[in-house]
């Protein structure tokens, strides 16, 4: 018990970001969840918290450990609730936002099957790639890609997503292929945001990446239009694999620089710390996670 204890106070002061919102929260004293973080961090035998008088931070170690103890309570909430709820039926209204374009290829046919399998749940999906405030705006539930920066949320990792420079076989004759990232100067490439640059790892050294800024003569805020442009022997594009690997498949595009691709980010279900999620929302998460999860389901998308 009290190893849970100390697990949830993690999860808590983590949360917020200070001991004393965690301890309104849980109605203990901030003395207390300090001795709970201290007690944790002992027995695990490394510092998860660097608190100071202004602030807390996570650790690299505490922001690995978070995700698993979110993931981990999420996970027994939805055990409590198999058993306590028995056959009753999940039921209401689900509100779910999504990137635009992964939303409409992977979001939208799956709540679809969802909605099928679960006919007293409604569902309104809003798509857009700007970051949604899901308190203020009553969302569920939304679905991020990438590094999650927002210390507030509670994420469930739904499945991994990787990156890759791709081209039309035919600006490949025309242009040449690049060896290495520095190769891109010389070539047409089509970005999404060039202030923010495409990554790279480098396979001397593990875990170790660099950011190149890149340029060409087309730039568009849709990656949908960028993926086309690739497809239609633009430039090279910098794409994630659930959008192109039915190409790469066809030989509709061809992949370059895979020796120098960025370790995998994450796709995530998001919601509020202090919401209790209901039924349809878990069953949601879990039908994506399933999903997700499977590298068949990409291969087949």
Same mark, same amino acid.
Not at 120 to 132: F, G, N
């Given at each position: 018990m009290s190893n849970f204890k100390e697990i949830t106070a993690f999860v808590s002061v983590a949360s917020r970001g200070s001991l004393?919102?965690?301890?309104?929260?849980?109605?203990?004293?901030?003395?207390?969840?300090?001795?709970?973080i201290d007690a944790l961090e002992e027995r695990l035998g490394v510092k998860l918290l660097l608190r100071t008088t202004r602030k807390l931070s996570l650790t690299f170690e505490g922001s690995a450990f978070l995700e698993d103890c979110q993931r981990i309570l999420n996970d027994?909430?939805?055990?409590?609730?198999?058993?306590?709820?028995? /056959?009753v039926k999940a039921s209401g209204h689900i509100k779910v936002s999504a990137p635009a374009g992964f939303g409409r290829r992977h979001v939208a046919p799956l709540l679809?099957?969802?909605?099928?399998?679960?006919?007293?749940?409604?569902?309104?999906?809003?798509?857009?790639?700007?970051?949604?405030?899901?308190?203020?705006?009553s969302v569920d539930c939304a679905i991020r890609i990438g590094e999650l920066s927002d210390s507030s949320l509670v994420s469930v990792r739904? /499945?991994?997503?990787?990156?890759?420079v791709v081209a039309s076989p035919a600006?490949?004759?025309?242009?040449?292929?690049p060896a290495h990232p520095d190769d891109l100067a010389r070539h047409d490439?089509?970005?999404?945001?060039? @202030?923010?640059?495409w990554v790279f790892s480098d396979p001397d050294t593990p875990g170790q990446t660099r950011t190149i800024?890149?340029?060409?003569?087309?730039?568009?805020?849709?990656?949908?239009?960028?993926?086309?442009?690739?497809?239609?022997?633009?430039?090279?594009?910098?794409?994630?694999?659930?959008?192109?690997? @039915?190409?790469?498949?066809? /030989?509709?595009?061809?992949?370059?620089?895979?020796?120098?691709?960025?370790?995998?980010?994450?796709?995530?279900?998001?919601?509020? @710390?202090?919401?209790?999620?209901?039924?349809?929302?878990?069953?949601?998460?879990?039908?994506?996670? /399933?999903?997700?999860?499977?590298?068949?389901?990409?291969?087949?998308?």
């Open positions: 004393s919102a965690a301890a309104r929260a849980e109605g203990v004293t901030p003395a207390m969840m300090g001795r709970r027994l909430a939805n055990a409590e609730a198999s058993v306590s709820l028995g /056959g679809r099957d969802f909605l099928a399998a679960n006919p007293e749940v409604s569902c309104s999906l809003d798509l857009s790639d700007r970051l949604v405030d899901l308190v203020n705006e739904l /499945g991994d997503n990787r990156r890759v600006y490949l004759a025309r242009s040449g292929t490439c089509l970005s999404l945001d060039p @202030q923010r640059g800024k890149v340029s060409g003569r087309f730039e568009c805020n849709d990656g949908t239009v960028l993926h086309d442009w690739a497809v239609g022997g633009i430039g090279l594009a910098w794409r994630s694999m659930w959008e192109v690997e @039915q190409d790469l498949a066809s /030989g509709a595009l061809v992949s370059v620089l895979d020796r120098y691709a960025a370790p995998p980010t994450g796709i995530y279900a998001v919601f509020p @710390q202090n919401r209790r999620l209901p039924l349809r929302v878990r069953l949601l998460i879990d039908y994506l996670r /399933g999903l997700f999860g499977r590298p068949d389901y990409w291969r087949g998308a």
